[in-house]
């Protein structure tokens, strides 16, 4: 494992990381990452289901030495997963060329992120959510000088997490819950003040550590 005291975290370095990321190629990965690995009993479920496409943003803020992620809280009144924690990102409609075409779109809509601060640098495996979504994560640097305006119809908050504070494995907390279905399922939690970083974000992030910076 890599000492994070002596690593950097800058957005160029993150730059490079995404582009010669490690592990099995992305169409392959998504059953060995994040809390996918962790549920492997789920996995001929979810390989069975029908999913809508989706992508989301995981903007990297090029903040000299302290870049950070861009994160919203999700509005209340949204029919699936309200409340949460999440990157900006949404279905891939059919007007929309790739996957970073949608997250850029997206995230825009989102929370009024212009997309010529935006350079997409990559992307991480699925991540297969039995909500029914096939999620491309597109990896993401931001230059400074943008401004945001949230969509109060679908974000509460939006706010940023240092990207040095997510990549330590020490802030990557297990957890297990019961859900509707009668299954427990395991996730990771990664508490930041009084935001509970958990599921999908959390196993993209975990993820995102495993692909770049394990």
Known sequence: MNNLVEMEFTAEDFRARAQRQSGAPLAEAWRNHGDHALNTDLLPFLETMRLKDAAVLVPVVNDGNAPRIIL???????RKHSGQIAF???GIDDEDESPEAAALRE???????????????????HYLAATGFRITPVLAVVQPGFTLTPNPDEVAEVFDVPLAFLMDPANHQRGSKL??????????????GEHHIWGITA??????YERLYS
Not at 203 to 208: A, N
């Open 72 to 78: 919203t809280q999700r509005t209340d009144k949204l």
């Open 88 to 90: 900006p990102g949404g």
């Open 107 to 125: 995230a825009h809509e989102e929370i009024g992120l212009e997309p010529q601060f935006v350079e997409t640098v990559g992307r991480l495996p």
């Open 179 to 192: 859900f509707r279905d009668g299954v427990y399922r395991h996730f990771y939690e990664m508490p930041y």
């Open 203 to 208: 196993g993209i992030l975990r993820t995102l």
